[in-house]
């Protein structure tokens, strides 16, 4: 099932909605508390590689991440698509460059 990313936006927002994330007292818009979170969830994913879990596994942390980072959207009431579509056209432009771990494509100047 392909999906939109303004489809993808409303289901977390329906979660959101559902848990009153927006609610001060219970900090589910709090960006220190959603990033702490966000690096629990890569570890997660990080883990998997480690112990050789499943690809099933693997992306079920991968989509933990992708909701996580649609909700900091909401939190922080910002259009990510938009945001998206600039950075890629950006990153577009640059040049790859070798590093220490491999590839990488950024502006940082040797």
Excluded: W
């Amino acid at each position: 099932m392909s999906q939109t990313y303004s489809q993808m936006l409303a289901k977390v927002q329906k979660f959101h909605d559902k848990h009153d994330f927006s609610n001060p007292k219970y900090r589910g818009h709090d960006m220190s508390y959603r990033i702490l979170l966000t690096m629990e969830e890569l570890g997660e994913l990080a883990e998997c590689f480690t112990k050789g879990k499943s690809d099933s596994e693997k992306s079920e942390e991968l989509a933990d991440l992708l909701i996580l980072i649609i909700g900091h959207s909401i939190a922080m009431n910002i259009n990510l698509e938009e945001a998206f579509n600039e950075k890629i056209e950006k990153i577009m432009n640059r040049k790859a460059i070798m590093g220490d771990f491999g590839i990488r494509v950024t502006d940082y100047k040797q």
